[in-house]
């Protein structure tokens, strides 16, 4: 039985969600910003600590409802911003807050990880990273980690990063039969962290 992991990706509009995604599942970068427009559910597979894991990663656009159904029912929660923006991080603030209400004494349980993207833009960024990642470490409890697409830093490292805190925290138990990893986006594709 193969573990499965509902991730939420949430974040302001042009943040790299998306790039994020495909980065890590296709190895692709595009310099070109399209904004997400449809509701897709990318579904890889890993395997960490050789035990394999499917996720399914829904990243968020438009407005935000934190009760929406992607967005109740994850599993784990990456929230995205990026370093450059700081109505970017303020808008994590928020969606954070509304995830902490909404799931209601189950939040300290909910894993979340906030991700600065666009990282190879570092002489722009609007504070320090020392800043930031103390505020989402201490007082937030949440993970962090910050990343490029665009140059393939730390996509891998943010999955693990999620996988790890979710294993920690006594993932929620969904299990789907093995065959399930063949209908991932690539076939017979993996990611080995």
């Known amino acids: 039985m193969v573990e499965t992991l509902s991730i939420a990706v949430i974040g302001a509009p042009g943040v790299g969600k998306t790039s994020i995604i495909r980065q ?3 190895n692709d970068f595009s310099e070109v910003y399209t904004p997400t427009r449809t509701r897709y559910v990318y579904r890889p597979s ?3 600590n050789v035990k394999q894991y ?3 990663i829904l990243p968020i656009f438009g407005s935000l409802c934190v009760c929406s159904g992607g967005v109740r029912n994850a599993n784990a929660y990456i ?3 990026d370093i450059c923006c700081v109505e970017s991080f303020e808008y994590v603030k928020m969606i954070r807050q509304q995830i902490m209400e909404h799931r209601e004494g189950s939040s300290s349980e909910v894993p979340i990880l906030v991700v600065g993207s666009k990282r190879d833009l ?8 020392r800043a930031v990642s103390v505020l ?4 937030w409890k949440c993970g962090y980690v910050e990343c490029s697409a665009k140059f393939n830093w730390h996509v891998v490292l943010l999955f693990k990063e999620l996988l790890g805190i979710a294993v920690g925290r006594g993932m929620k138990q969904n299990h789907t039969p093995g065959i399930r ?5 690539q076939r017979n594709r993996c990611t080995v962290m």
Do not use: E, M, S, W
């Open 46 to 48: 890993v395997i960490l």
């Open 136 to 139: 989402v470490k201490k007082t």
């Open 24 to 26: 890590f599942i296709y």
């Open 79 to 81: 929230l995205v911003y």
């Open 181 to 185: 990893l063949q209908g991932a986006l």
């Open 54 to 56: 499917a996720f399914d």
């Open 122 to 129: 570092q002489r722009q960024r609007f504070t320090p990273r």
